[in-house]
C-alpha cells in the first residue's frame, strides 16, 4: 500500500502498526481530521466564508517597516454580523500557547481588517494537541475511568479598541529596540527560542566563543541575499 489510499480501505490501526512515517502522518491527519469535524461541523453552519491565505503587508503608523503576514482564514459569524480570523495551531507542547494577548492573532485581525475594508473583531484559535497516544481525536486520561479529553480546544477572544492600539505601539517599540541593535550591530541572544521548531539551526554560532563565530558561520553557514 503507497502513502495514499482510498478511504475506504484506510486504516488508522494498521499505519499506526506499521509504524511508517508518512503513512502514520496521514494517519494523524486524519484523525485531527475527523476529530474537527466531530467537534466543530455543527458550529460553523452561522459562519460564511469571506477570505483565506490572505498574504499582505501591513504598515504601521510610526514604525519603518511594515509587517508581512498570510492569514489563514477570515469567515462571518452571520448570527452577530461579526468577521472573525480563524487560526489553527497545532503542537505537542501547546502549554506554552497563550491565546490572549496573542501578538500573532491581534496582527492578523489588524491585518486582514485594513485589506477588507471591514473591522475583523474576534480571532477564534483551534488549538490541537497532536499526541501519539491520542486515538479517534481523544487524548487517554491518566486516571483510570476517566473518559479522556479531545485533542481539540476552541477559544474565542473577541478584542476591544484598546487591542488593537496596544498592538500598535508594542510593535512600534519593537521596531525601535530592533533598529538600535542594528545602530550598535549587536544582536542579543533569544535563549527562550532555541528550542523551539525542532531547535534552532544557529544554537552551534550562539555556544561558539565570540571569536570563533566569524569563522564558524563562513565554514557552516550561506549568506542568504535578497530576490531583488
Ligand atoms: S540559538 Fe537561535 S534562538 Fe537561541 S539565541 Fe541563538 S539565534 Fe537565538
Known amino acids: ?21 508518512p503513512l502514520y502522518t496521514c494517519a494523524k491527519l486524519e484523525e485531527i481530521l475527523r476529530a474537527y469535524h466531530v467537534q466543530f461541523a455543527p458550529l460553523e453552519e452561522k459562519y460564511r466564508y469571506i477570505d483565506s491565505e490572505m498574504e499582505l503587508d501591513l504598515e504601521v503608523a510610526g514604525c519603518p517597516l511594515p509587517v508581512r503576514m498570510k492569514v ?9 454580523n461579526k468577521l472573525a480570523v480563524f487560526e489553527f495551531k497545532f ?43 491520542s486515538r479517534e481525536g481523544i487524548v487517554p486520561a491518566k486516571k483510570k475511568g476517566d473518559p479522556g479529553r479531545s485533542i481539540f480546544k476552541r477559544s474565542i477572544i473577541d478584542l476591544d479598541p484598546w487591542d488593537v492600539e496596544e498592538w500598535q505601539e508594542d510593535l512600534r517599540m519593537k521596531q525601535i529596540e530592533l533598529s538600535q541593535y542594528e545602530l550598535e550591530e549587536y544582536w ?25 563565530r566569524e569563522m564558524f558561520a563562513q565554514a557552516n553557514f550561506q549568506v542568504g541575499g535578497s530576490d531583488e
Not at 3 to 14: I, M, R
Not at 106 to 121: D, H, M, P, Q
Open 91 to 133: 503542537s505537542t507542547s501547546l502549554w506554552r500557547f497563550v491565546d490572549d494577548p496573542n501578538d500573532q492573532g491581534v496582527g492578523y485581525a489588524i491585518g486582514a481588517s485594513k485589506k477588507l475594508g471591514r473591522e475583523v473583531e474576534r480571532i477564534v484559535y483551534h488549538i490541537s494537541e497532536v499526541k501519539v497516544s
Open 1 to 21: 500500500m503507497g502513502y495514499w489510499a482510498p478511504f475506504e480501505q484506510f486504516s488508522l490501526e494498521k499505519a499506526r502498526e506499521k509504524k511508517e512515517t
Open 188 to 212: 542579543p541572544k533569544r535563549t527562550r527560542s532555541c528550542s523551539d521548531w525542532g531547535g534552532c539551526v544557529f544554537a552551534p554560532l550562539c555556544t561558539a566563543p565570540p571569536q570563533m
Open 72 to 80: 489563514d482564514l477570515v469567515l462571518e459569524d452571520m448570527e452577530l
